[in-house]
């Protein structure tokens, strides 16, 4: 039976190595190929390199290939440079990533990359629109590192993060998610700080333990949105499998473990989320643990839920400051114009 064919965006060099073991290719090399498949983008293996024979790099052609996205569009907000990506990969359905520009400091011009690890999510959260179109595939390690590759090529100035919080659960494809994190972290990948690659979950408890037991590298952000049960259940279905105590509980098991501060989103709701028993809950809730508070107005396109008023949001915010004694930022989510922005992403053409 034939081996399948080795994808060079789908393990790291080391793995790549091991895998083309028997060719005895030089470290060096495997490293070169590598680079040139994840981080510069090539199409495919070269057939001439001044060190290495042609018959062997024929063995290596015969062996491994390099996978590519069909980009099917792209669309740059004209009003902050936020750009969405339209890929399709090898199996059924389309999924998006976002370019954000970091161009504040002249000295250090960059993106992040928000990227998809799924194809529509299962989770059903009421207000996001990715969780409307329900649940497809997982995406291949190569797919999601092919986002960013892309993305990269089409740049003009470097990628330095990568965000999962795309379309999809990430503790939901875990493995695939963490290979692609160690591909985007590897000196001969895209060379992405670890401490810039973020993931976030809804509350998937296995794997946030899996994730601590695991001591990975990459930050973890927790989306919350509601500290009180019920009103949780209403918006993110996902604390009915896996209610408030049991997240906290393996949140603070992060927290001992890494002696990290705990960040979590709170995808803002005018009129639901907002008051002061809120931001009680919220501190009764994390009562001893240290938290970042990442503020998110919502985006709904169908006006279900509405952003605060500057009046409401900034009550709000005193309200958390007073009760939680804690950091409290509002993330700013660009890219609403062309449906980039956080909860947005439908995987449907501009």
């Known amino acids: 039976m034939k081996n399948p064919m080795i994808l060079l965006k789908d393990q790291t060099s080391t793995e790549l190595a091991l895998a083309l073991a028997d060719l005895a290719l030089p470290d060096r090399l495997v490293r070169q190929l590598h680079a040139a498949a994840v981080r510069r983008g090539a199409t495919e293996i070269p057939f001439e390199l001044p060190t290495v024979s042609p018959k062997v790099l024929q063995k290596v052609r015969e062996r491994a290939t390099i996978p590519r996205l069909k980009l099917l569009d792209k669309i740059v907000s ?3 440079g936020f750009a969405k ?6 199996g059924e359905g389309r999924f998006e990533a976002v370019r954000i520009p970091l161009l504040h400091r002249p000295d250090d011009l960059k993106y992040v990359v928000c990227v998809s690890s799924q194809v529509g999510c299962a989770l059903g959260c009421v207000f996001c629109a990715t969780g409307r179109m329900g649940f497809q595939r997982n995406l291949a390690t190569w797919e999601i590192v092919d986002q960013v590759t892309q993305i990269q090529m089409d740049s003009e100035h470097p990628v330095r993060g990568v965000v999962f919080m795309g379309m999809g659960e990430p503790m939901l494809n875990y493995d695939r ?10 000196p001969c990948g895209m060379a992405i700080n670890a401490k810039a690659i973020t993931i976030s979950t809804v509350g998937v408890v296995p794997g946030i333990r899996r994730f601590t ?5 990459y930050r973890l952000i927790v989306s919350l949105t509601s500290a009180r049960t019920e009103q949780r259940q ?39 989320n907002t008051g002061r028993e809120d931001a009680r809950a919220l501190a009764e809730l994390t009562e001893g643990l240290p938290i970042l508070l990442d503020l998110i107005d919502v985006n ?51």
């Open 78 to 80: 004209p009003q902050d």
């Open 85 to 90: 990506y339209l890929f399709e990969g090898a």
């Open 177 to 186: 998610v963490i290979q692609a994190a160690r591909i985007f972290s590897e």
């Open 213 to 217: 037991a695991e001591r990975q590298p």
């Open 234 to 272: 209403s918006l993110l279905p996902i604390e009915r499998v896996y209610p408030l105590p049991e997240l906290l509980a393996a949140v603070r098991e992060y927290h001992a473990v890494t002696r990290k501060r705990v960040t979590f989103a709170w995808t803002v709701l005018a009129g639901i």
């Open 300 to 350: 709904d396109p169908t006006g279900q839920f509405r952003r605060p008023s500057t009046e409401e949001a900034n009550a709000f915010r005193d309200a958390l400051r007073e009760e939680l004694n804690m950091p409290v930022q509002r993330r700013y989510s660009g890219g609403q114009d062309i449906h980039g922005a956080c909860g947005m992403l439908a995987a449907v053409e501009s």
